[in-house]
Nanobody
C-alpha cells in the first residue's frame, strides 16, 4: 500500500511558476514509476508527466514539454513537478500516481495508487 499526498498548488499569474510535490509513504517508493495527471472541470483526466523508478527516464505530454519538469528523490520518497511559464489552460487539479511498472505509462488505468490532488489556478 502506498499513500500519496500532493502539495504546492495555488494561484499564480500566467507566466509564473509553481512546484508541486508528492510525498509517498512506505519503504517501496523506488519500486514505482510515478506520474502526474491533471483534470480540469468538465474534462477528462490527462497525463502530464511521468518518471521511471530510478528517475533516469521521463516523459511529458506535448502540451507541457519544455515548460514542466518532473523529478524524484527516492531518499525522500518524493516526486516533484516544476511548472514554468504557466498558462490559463494549465489550471486544473493535479494528481500524482504510482505505478508498479519500471517506466511510466500515459494511461491513468495503469496506475495503482493516487493522491487526493492539489488545485492549480492560473490567472490571465
Amino acid at each position: 500500500q502506498v499513500q500519496l499526498v500532493e502539495s504546492g498548488g495555488g494561484l499564480v499569474q500566467a507566466g509564473g511558476s509553481l512546484r508541486l510535490s508528492c510525498a509517498a509513504s512506505g519503504r517501496t517508493f523506488g519500486s514505482y514509476a510515478m506520474g502526474w495527471f491533471r483534470q480540469a472541470p468538465g474534462k477528462e483526466r490527462e497525463f502530464v508527466a511521468g518518471i521511471s523508478r530510478s528517475g533516469g527516464s521521463t516523459s511529458y505530454a506535448d502540451s507541457v514539454k519544455g515548460r514542466f519538469t518532473i523529478s524524484r528523490d527516492n531518499a525522500k520518497n518524493t516526486v516533484y513537478l516544476q511548472m514554468n511559464s504557466l498558462k490559463p489552460e494549465d489550471a486544473a487539479v493535479y494528481y500524482c500516481a504510482a505505478d508498479r511498472a519500471v517506466y511510466p505509462d500515459d494511461s491513468s488505468y495503469a496506475y495503482d495508487y493516487w493522491g487526493q490532488g492539489t488545485q492549480v489556478t492560473v490567472s490571465s
